[in-house]
């Protein structure tokens, strides 16, 4: 049985981390998540970066999802 939590019920618009990487489509330019760096390149794309971590997403929801399920926010 998988446990739920507030936000996937709710909806991911009300997500913090949602929030946060969305901020990068209003002008924002990076943010840190836990030791990651986010930033949207030119290409529009969501460079998700660490030591030894260079990963992309291709929207806001796909960054999203990166992050619930291949990192722990640590």
């Known amino acids: 049985m998988k446990q739920s939590n ?3 019920l709710g909806g991911i618009n009300g997500d913090p981390l ?10 924002k ?3 840190l998540i836990g030791r990651y760096k ?3 390149n030119s290409f529009g794309l969501f460079e998700i970066t660490a030591e030894g971590i260079f990963d992309c997403a291709g929207s806001v ?3 999203y999802h990166y992050f619930h ?5 640590d």
């Open 69 to 73: 399920s291949h990192t722990k926010y």
């Open 38 to 40: 986010v930033i949207r």
């Open 18 to 27: 949602y929030s946060e990487i969305e901020s990068l489509t209003q002008g």
């Open 29 to 31: 330019s990076y943010i």
């Open 6 to 8: 507030l936000f996937e």
């Open 61 to 63: 929801t796909q960054c």
